[in-house]
């Protein structure tokens, strides 16, 4: 059994609204993003993940979700992930139309957009949690191992030069070793969370306040399978 917040919370008009209990399936409003608690909302997205390592995905009608979103959207979770395209947020988390705020970004990095884009999200619309989500085999991950340079993709490799740096796997410190490249890639979403903490300090008072938490995850691109 999933967790719920007992308290009310406000609706658009500056009323209340009373906490409608979480289904698995059922279209996000305010009264069941009101119901959610941080802890309850990790607890949905390990079991999103569950059912599509496990091939049981939620039959849903998309059509039906679009018309029941069109005057508002109230997501349960923010999820930073990387523009790989193995990786998509609402398909490894199993989640349906307004479940969820996606920030996909090469590499997972966190720049003044993406912060500003995660302040909106839980701050104005009520997300619960922040997932920083790195994967396996990533090409930015390498790209920054190798010290690669390329137009403007220079500059956001050097945004994970500083997980590269801080990572002390033994052997080659290239893309050839893969046990660097993952371990580049762990170092890398703890850098990212780091940051989102110091550099939004609107985050960073939801957090110590306990109305948000702020995780890490990866994603296996070979099983689809989301550690945490």
């Not at 479940?99 to 997300?127: C, H, M, W």
Request: aromatic content about 6%; some cysteine.
């Amino acid at each position: 059994m999933l967790a719920c917040s007992l308290s009310y919370a406000s609706d658009d008009h500056g009323g209340t609204v009373k906490p409608e209990p979480y289904a698995v399936g059922k279209t996000m409003s305010k009264a069941i993003q009101a119901s959610i608690t941080p802890d309850s909302a990790i607890e949905i997205l390990k079991a999103g993940n569950q059912r599509f390592v496990g091939g049981k995905w939620i039959k849903r009608n998309y059509k039906k979700q679009v018309m029941q979103t069109a005057l508002g959207q109230y997501p349960f979770a923010s999820i930073v992930a990387c523009i790989d395209s193995r990786s998509g947020s609402e398909v490894v988390f199993d989640q349906g139309i307004g479940d969820l705020f996606t920030a996909r970004v090469a590499g997972n990095i966190i720049n003044p957009d993406i912060l500003g884009s995660l302040e909106y999200a839980a701050k104005v619309a009520g997300s619960k949690i922040i997932v920083v989500m790195g994967h396996s085999q990533c090409g930015a991950i390498k790209g920054a191992c190798d010290g690669v340079h390329m137009g403007n993709l220079t500059a956001l490799l050097e945004k994970i030069k500083p997980a590269v740096d801080a990572t002390k796997t033994e052997g080659e410190r290239s893309s050839k070793n893969h046990e660097f490249v993952q371990d580049v890639a762990h170092e890398n979403v703890e850098q990212s969370i780091k940051k989102i903490r110091e550099m939004s300090p609107i985050l960073k008072e939801m957090e110590e306040k306990g109305e948000i938490k702020i995780v890490g995850a990866m994603y296996d691109v070979s099983t689809g399978k989301v550690s945490w």
